[in-house]
Nanobody, 122 residues
Framework: QLVESGGGLVQAGGSLRLSCASSGRIFSSYAMGWFRQAPGKEREFVATISWSGDSTSYADSVKGRFTISRDNAKNTLALQMNNLSPEDTAVYCC?????????????????WGQGTQVTVSS
């Protein structure tokens, strides 16, 4: 089970830190990712991190502003979001990959959280 937290309303230029808690015992064996879905749009890739945390990848739209991290000892995943813009408004979901390596493809992820709403006002 994956449970996200940390969403909310923030002004443009502000920051938020999302967290994802996993109740699974094998959290550390798989890559994890963040995806987002804005109203009327498809779910899109945001960031991913390998099982060890050594490899990460970001969508071009968030590169340099967002940072993904994980704590395998605590079974948690985080997404630090800085310099937010209204275009970042969406429901953000964490997901557990079916593989150890990173992937930007939705199909590579087997388990999904319910999501947390992020709203950025202009």
């Amino acid at each position: 089970q994956l449970v996200e937290s940390g969403g909310g309303l923030v002004q443009a230029g502000g920051s938020l830190r999302l967290s994802c808690a996993s109740s699974g015992r094998i959290f550390s064996s798989y890559a994890m990712g963040w995806f987002r879905q804005a109203p009327g749009k498809e779910r899109e890739f945001v960031a991913t991190i390998s099982w060890s945390g050594d490899s990460t990848s970001y969508a071009d739209s968030v590169k340099g502003r967002f940072t993904i991290s994980r704590d395998n000892a605590k079974n948690t995943l985080a997404l630090q979001m800085n310099n937010l813009s209204p275009e970042d408004t969406a429901v953000y979901c964490c997901a557990r990959s079916a593989i150890a390596g990173i992937s930007t493809l939705k199909g590579a992820y087997a388990y999904w959280g319910q999501g947390t709403q992020v709203t950025v006002s202009s």
